[in-house]
T-cell receptor
Framework: EPEVTQTPSHQVTQMGQEVILRCVPISNHLYFYWYRQILGQKVEFLVSFYNNEISEKSEIFDDQFSVERPDGSNFTLKIRSTKLEDSAMYFC????????????FGPGTRLTVT | GQQLNQSPQSMFIQEGEDVSMNCTSSSIFNTWLWYKQDPGEGPVLLIALYKAGELTSNGRLTAQFGTTRKDSFLNISASIPSDVGIYFCAGPMIKAAGNKLTFGGGTRVLVKP
């Protein structure tokens, strides 16, 4: 069964450093998302991406964040200068079409900022 | 913004018991999704509901789309140890270029000691 994959599973970085989180969405899916979950809290929407551009972003997704689809398979989230409060699980998700609300999530990347 | 409230926040189950949880919203949703999250993993889609009043099953799981469109319910029948985890409801904000999901706070299902 096709699935969303994410790398790395755990990333430790120092405050102020740049990190890139990587995702490979399900191959025939066209809509891509990033969510984050701070430990013990609910899953929060960060950004949606379609046709090589951001379609919506939350107030969390400030200028320190960017997304990219550098090739036909990868979807990346970059945090330019990490802060302590960026420590969280980051989940990538994808869906096949805009009419499909069913989003399929990857296993997540645990980001720890020290 | 839209808020989804789940209750109970946590519950203990004994093997073989039926369990129920619900999700209520401050606004109307046209679709409800139920996800399960195991520790250290991503949410796994369990059930999607598309119509008010709809009752949908997936194995021992049954979910209902409330008739007011502001609530949804999830039942697990004859629970087993692997049912332990966090169950999230989610509602989409449907747009032409992607659907943003709003998640509830989750119901944590634990095994009775």
């Amino acid at each position: 069964e096709p699935e969303v994959t994410q790398t790395p599973s755990h990333q430790v970085t120092q405050m102020g450093q740049e990190v890139i989180l990587r995702c490979v969405p399900i191959s025939n899916h066209l809509y891509f998302y990033w969510y984050r979950q701070i430990l013990g809290q609910k899953v929060e929407f960060l950004v949606s991406f379609y046709n090589n551009e951001i379609s919506e972003k939350s107030e969390i997704f400030d200028d320190q964040f960017s997304v990219e689809r550098p090739d036909g398979s990868n979807f990346t989230l970059k945090i330019r200068s990490t802060k302590l409060e960026d420590s969280a699980m980051y989940f990538c998700a994808s869906s096949v079409a805009s009419s499909s609300v069913e989003q399929y999530f990857g296993p997540g990347t645990r980001l720890t900022v020290t | 913004g839209q808020q989804l409230n789940q209750s109970p926040q946590s519950m203990f189950i004994q093997e073989g018991e039926d369990v129920s949880m619900n999700c209520t919203s401050s606004s109307i949703f046209n679709t409800w999704l139920w996800y399960k999250q195991d520790p250290g993993e991503g949410p796994v889609l369990l059930i999607a509901l598309y119509k008010a009043g709809e009752l949908t099953s997936n194995g021992r799981l049954t979910a209902q789309f409330g008739t007011t469109r502001k609530d949804s319910f999830l039942n697990i029948s004859a629970s087993i140890p692997s049912d332990v985890g966090i169950y999230f409801c989610a509602g989409p904000m449907i747009k032409a270029a992607g659907n943003k999901l709003t998640f509830g706070g989750g119901t944590r299902v634990l095994v009775k000691p």
